[in-house]
C-alpha cells in the first residue's frame, strides 16, 4: 500500500517571500515501532502561527498567481528577515499536535490498529502523520478526536507552571492573557489544588469567561488603577511567579515591580537594594513580540526573568513528573482539560486568506481547529 | 571612658530635600562580643553612592546657610521619590566597609586589642565603629588599612561570580564595565583558574587596563563593530553567563542575543524556539538607571535574567563556601585583590562640594578612599 497525503510547508526565502503551501507527499510504509494516523483534529495554536507565518506582514498576504496546489504567499519586512535567518530557505512542516485514528502499524504495535490517539511532535497539520508508536496517546473510550487534539500543549503547559511554581518554592500564581484555553485550564487546576491565582486579562468580557470557571482575583490591565488592584491582589495572596504570554512592553516589568511594592509594605527597615522577597517573571509567549522594558530600579535586586517552554521543562522534570501530568491530562481530558473551538476548517480552508486573517488574529475566545478530512 | 565620633548620615524628607551631615555621635562601650574600631580607611563604592545620594540630581548641591557641622544638601525630582518612599524621613549612616585599628574590646574579645583589621556592615564612613568581633578579619602582617579596607566588596563579589559560573555549569564569562577594580581583579582571578573571559569596556584606555594584567578579549562597546567582535569572542569561548554592572539601556540584551548568534552558528536545523543552550545574564549594578530592553525575540526561549547581589549570594551559597572564599582574599590581599585609590579625602572633605562631585562622576581609574583621621 502506498498512502499519498497532503502536508502544509512554510518556506521564507531570501527576498522574504514566504509561502505556505499544500505539498502531495508519499507517506512511507511505517517502521517496526512506528505507526501512521489519519489525522481528524489539529488545533491552531499561537506557537503553530509562529512558525507558519514567522514575522511576515499578514497584510500583505496574496494568492499566487500560478500555483501546483493550494498555496499562498506574504512578505517578511526586510529588518525582521536577521531575526530568522536560520530557517532562510527551508521548508518547514507545521502542526505541533492533534489527534486522528491509526490507520497503519509496524509489527511491533499491531494493538494500535484502529485506535483513535493524541500526538505532538511536528507536521501535523497533514492528512496523516507516520510516528513512533510510544509518542502517541490513546484516547480515552467515547473521546473524539476533537477532544484529544490539544492533549499536550495547552494541558501540560498549565500543569508545568504549577509543577514549576511549587518546585520553586512559590504558593501563589500570577497568569496574563489568563483568558485563553490555557488560561482556563491553569485557572481549573489552582482551584482543584489549593493554589491561589491571580489572572490578568484585558477585558471585562474575559474578566466574566474566568469568573465564571471560579476565578477569584481577576484583574483588566485596562482599569485605571490596575496597578492598585495588582498590588492589593499580591498582598492578599503572596504570590511571587508570573507567567506572561504577552511578552513585550512593561506588563512583566508592572508585575514584577508589584510584587516588589506588595513585599516592602510588610518591611519594618529600608534597604536600599529592595526587599529580600524573590521575585520570578517567566515569559512564555511572544502575543506582543516589542521589546521587553524592566523598569528594574522599582523592584530591587531579588528578581528573576527568563523564557519558559514546554518541552525543555519536561526535559528537566524528568520521566517520573512527565508522566504524571500525562496521566492527569488523560484523567481529566474531557473536564480541566477541555478545550473549546470555535470553528472547524479543512486543510485546504486553512490557505483561504479571510479564513488565515481570522485565525491569525487571535482574538479572545476565537479557536480554531483543522480538521484535514473536511477537504 | 566615653567615646565620641562623627559618623555620616544621609536623611530623604517629605518634600524631596537630601541631606548629607556628619553627626557628632556617643559610641557606648563594647559589649561581651563587641570591639571598637578606629575607622582609618574606607573606600566609596558605587553601592555606598547609591545610599548617600539616592536618586538625587547631584548638579542641586548646595551648603546649607546655617548648619551644626559640616553639611550639604541636594533635590530629588518630584517623579523619582516613590522609587525611594521607604527610605523617607530615616537618617541612614552610610559606608558598607573599611579597615582600621581596634582601640577598645569587650571582655571576649582581648586577643584583638590594638589589631588592624577589615570589616563590613555599614556605618563606616565613621570616626568609629562598634562591632561583633567575628565580624572583622585581622589583616595579614605588614597590611595597611588601605590595603584591607577593600577587602569584603569587590574581592567576594568577583570571587562569587566565578563561583556562580561554575555552580551553573557555565565555562566562561562575560563582564561589562571590566576596567573597574572588581573587573580588574574579576580577570586575575580567571586568569589564574583558566577560565576564559570577556571584558567588555567602553575606552581604548580601559581596554589598555585589561591587556596590561593579562586579559585576552577586551572589546570596546563603542566600536562600529561591537556586535560582531562580541559574535566572535562568544564563539571562541563558548561564555554562555554575563555579569553587566550597567543595567539599563540595550547591552544586557545584546549580549544575550550575541550569545543566541553564536550558538545558532553550530545549529544545523532550524527551530523557531531558538537554540538550546541556556543563556544567563546578571544585573549586579545599576551604572544606568535606565529601564532594560530585552529584545528577547533575538535571543530564544532559553534565556534567564536576574539581579546578582553579593550577601544574598553568600546566604545561598553556605558558610563553606564563604569561607574558603574568604581564606582567599586574605591569602591574596596585596596581588589579586589590590586595590587601586587616586585620592585619599578626610570625612568632612567628602562633604566638599567640588570633592563630593569629583568622586560622584565614577570615572575610570579614580577611586577614592576615606581616612576619617585625615580631619
Redesign the interface.
Known sequence: MTLTGREMRSTIDADGVLTLTLEEMTIGDPGDDEIIVRVEAAPINP?DL??MF?PADISSVTLPVTSAGPAIKMSVPRERLA??R??IG?S?PIGNEGAGTVVATGRNARELEGKRVGMVGGSIYADYRRIAAKEVIVLPEGATAADGASMFVNPLTALGFVETARSEGHTAIVHTAAASNLGQMLQKICLADGIPLIDIVRSETQKQILRDIGATHVINSKDDDFRLQLVQALKETGATIAFDAI?GGTLG?DILSSMERAA?ST?TE????GS?KSKQLY??G?LD?A????????F??????????LF?YLRRAGEQVATRLRKRVIDELTTTFASKYTRVIGLAEALQPDVLRAYERKATGEKFLIDPTLS
Chains 1, 2 share one sequence.
Open positions: 506557537s509562529g512558525l514567522g531575526a530568522i536560520g530557517r527551508q518547514l511578552g516589568s516592602v518591611m529600608y534597604s536600599r537594594y529580600d515569559i512564555y511572544a513580540p521589546p521587553a522594558v524592566f523598569n528594574r530600579l522599582a530591587g535586586f531579588q528578581w528573576n526573568a527568563g523564557g519558559w517552554l525543555p
